[in-house]
């Protein structure tokens, strides 16, 4: 059956998945973007990100290559998309990643706040989801026509899936940073009372991957 | 100048440095020891728990003997003593490592309640404090002439200490297991607001183990 995936989402090693005060020109939060080390050289995001060819090959490639192998939907929270907080002001945010995004299927965007669908260039389209957890895995597996659902973040959607034991499978980076401060990912979740296991670790020079699967 | 050192201080994936529910039969909370994996094996870790020779050598057994290097007395915190809590019911409780302790210098436990002067056999003499951090760590520096005080946990102590920036380094090891529940390390801690900086990260098969120096 189609899996829920959780992957390349990188912790710091006191814990958080993001630092403090998101904004437009923090989108992961200050000191945020340091998480992302492992990351950016790879050639899966030097492709994804960037548009370049090449890139680096090794462990932290396998892994961000797997993040997008067979995935056919993606769910974000609201603060994943974009800065904008409360209603929808006007249309005018289309996302962090250009006319045309990473995703390049549909991707469904939890917000109390409804919107129109958002169709971008090259396969993506952002649906805005009012209903829930529940019904934005619902669409989103429809979407995803057999394919996996991967939740992109942040701390507060993954955590409510994981509540839920709904997520599968997650692949978690831990960089070699602290951040003092912002959302911690594993806060008020016990992994092993909700079923999951370490599975696979693996290190890099960059940063330690673990896959943690519910049993 | 000599150091306040924290030493091959293990957390799980989720943070934890102790699991949950700490007794007799389980020093380390429930769950507690899968923590020392990397540990267990090497060669300083046998020789100085079990009195064997040999044991692995490598990065693991790196980190575990620097550990030991340069240290002139401990500091414990009264659960990392033993599992009594409130006033000592009597002399009999002599720490969980039997007539000849792992430790071979003067160790300071902080506790609430006074007791004698404890020595073992091998060089090992535990003195309890009550005055507090400050007053175990004027007492451990006097003690160690001249080398490093060892903080040996647990979170708590650790914590105390942290907060007033009193620790030059921590060796801290990732292993790569998931607690659950119990004590965080980092709970609470803004490390990067307290001047520490991760300087160095070497991996295992077994563990991810970092050092956080203060700036």
Redesign the interface.
Same mark, same amino acid.
């Given at each position: 059956m189609a899996k829920l995936r959780v992957e390349g989402f990188t912790i710091s =090693?006191?814990?958080f998945g993001a630092g403090p005060d998101q904004d437009i020109n923090n989108p992961l939060g200050v000191?945020g973007t340091s998480l992302h080390g492992w990351a950016m050289p790879t050639r899966t995001f030097q492709k994804y990100l960037f548009g370049n060819d090449g890139g680096e090959v090794g462990i932290d490639e396998d892994f961000a290559a797997r993040g997008f192998r067979n995935v056919g939907a993606w769910i974000l929270g609201r603060n994943m998309f974009g800065p904008v907080r409360g209603p929808w002001p006007d249309e005018s945010w289309r996302g962090w990643w250009g006319d045309n995004p990473v995703y390049h299927v549909p991707v469904f965007v939890l917000t109390h706040h409804a919107r129109a669908p958002l169709v971008m260039e090259g396969g993506t389209t952002f649906h805005f989801v009012t209903q829930g957890i529940a019904a934005a895995l619902a669409q989103a597996r429809e979407a995803a026509q057999g394919k996996d659902v991967r939740v992109g973040g942040g701390v507060n959607v993954i955590q409510q899936y994981l509540r839920q034991r709904l997520i599968d499978e997650m692949h *978690?980076a *831990?960089a070699? #940073? =602290? =951040?003092?401060?912002g959302e @911690?990912l594993?806060e008020g *979740?016990?992994?092993?009372?909700l079923g999951?296991?370490?599975t696979r @670790?693996e290190?890099s020079p960059l940063a330690?991957h #673990?896959l =943690?699967t519910r049993q």
């Amino acid at each position: 059956m189609a899996k829920l995936r959780v992957e390349g989402f990188t912790i710091s =090693l006191d814990g958080f998945g993001a630092g403090p005060d998101q904004d437009i020109n923090n989108p992961l939060g200050v000191g945020g973007t340091s998480l992302h080390g492992w990351a950016m050289p790879t050639r899966t995001f030097q492709k994804y990100l960037f548009g370049n060819d090449g890139g680096e090959v090794g462990i932290d490639e396998d892994f961000a290559a797997r993040g997008f192998r067979n995935v056919g939907a993606w769910i974000l929270g609201r603060n994943m998309f974009g800065p904008v907080r409360g209603p929808w002001p006007d249309e005018s945010w289309r996302g962090w990643w250009g006319d045309n995004p990473v995703y390049h299927v549909p991707v469904f965007v939890l917000t109390h706040h409804a919107r129109a669908p958002l169709v971008m260039e090259g396969g993506t389209t952002f649906h805005f989801v009012t209903q829930g957890i529940a019904a934005a895995l619902a669409q989103a597996r429809e979407a995803a026509q057999g394919k996996d659902v991967r939740v992109g973040g942040g701390v507060n959607v993954i955590q409510q899936y994981l509540r839920q034991r709904l997520i599968d499978e997650m692949h *978690i980076a *831990i960089a070699p #940073v =602290l =951040l003092g401060a912002g959302e @911690r990912l594993f806060e008020g *979740i016990n992994l092993p009372a909700l079923g999951y296991a370490c599975t696979r @670790r693996e290190s890099s020079p960059l940063a330690t991957h #673990v896959l =943690l699967t519910r049993q």
